[in-house]
């Protein structure tokens, strides 16, 4: 079956610091995976995405992300978070010249001061 | 100019009543969709559209009605409303075989009384 995990519902971290989100997926084809971001009350903003080739790619918001087909994963990193980066999480998987996007459940972020 | 636009923004009715909710997308897009995000933030597909043909229906209650008049928009139609039915409704776009990249609608969130 076609699924996407996100573990953690929510994350806290001090601003400056680190993050990483977690993501695994399970996907009979080869997929397209990408992250969305949603702020409070807005709808979902495009971070990155994985189509094909290097497996660490960037995004917007100093955003980055690396596919490890061997653990189904794409976790998603940033090295420096900043207060504005508190919002809800997504991941997502698709398949090229499909139809159907499959989210995961979401992963809420808290950036305290 | 906004990619994609979803009226209204909010919509508050009571049981029973018959809503609309309408999403224009200028990107020149041949596919649509509609997602529905429940309280507690999980997004699921419930329409896509391409080139105004229903794709995929995903058991969605008889009682929701999309209507695809030409490529660039895609309204819902909700008959009988239920309490259930109380969500943030999300259009989105993409080209699939090209991007295969969904860009969101800011969302339309229905309270049914």
């Known amino acids: 079956a076609q699924s996407v995990t996100q573990p953690d519902i929510h994350i806290t971290v001090s601003e400056g610091a680190s993050l990483e989100l977690r993501c695994n997926y399970s996907y009979g084809a080869t997929p397209y995976l990408f992250w969305y971001v949603q702020s409070p009350g807005q709808g979902l903003q495009l971070l990155l995405k994985?189509?094909?080739?290097?497996?660490l790619v960037q995004g917007i918001k100093g955003f980055e992300a690396e596919f490890k087909r061997s653990q189904s994963s794409f976790n998603l990193r940033k090295p420096s978070v900043h207060w504005s980066d508190a919002a809800e999480y997504f991941c997502a998987v698709g398949a090229a010249g499909g139809f159907k996007t499959i989210f995961g459940a979401g992963t809420r972020l808290f950036v305290k001061a | 100019d906004t990619a994609v636009s979803q009226t209204p923004k909010y919509l508050v009715t009571q049981m029973g009543n018959d809503k609309s909710i309408k999403c224009e997308q200028n990107?020149?897009?041949?596919?649509m969709y509609w997602y529905k995000q429940d309280s507690k933030k999980f997004l699921k597909i419930m329409f896509s559209y391409n080139n105004k043909e229903l794709i995929i229906n995903e058991t969605v209650p008889n009682r929701f009605s999309p209507k695809s008049p030409d490529k660039a928009h895609l309204n819902l139609h909700i008959n009988s409303l239920e309490l259930g039915d109380s969500a943030v409704y999300f259009c989105?776009?993409?080209?699939?075989?090209?991007?295969?990249?969904?860009?969101f609608g800011p969302g339309t969130r229905l309270t049914v009384l």
């Open positions: 990107l020149g897009h041949d596919t």
């Open positions: 989105a776009s993409s080209q699939v075989g090209v991007t295969d990249t969904q860009y």
């Open positions: 994985y189509f094909s080739g290097d497996t």
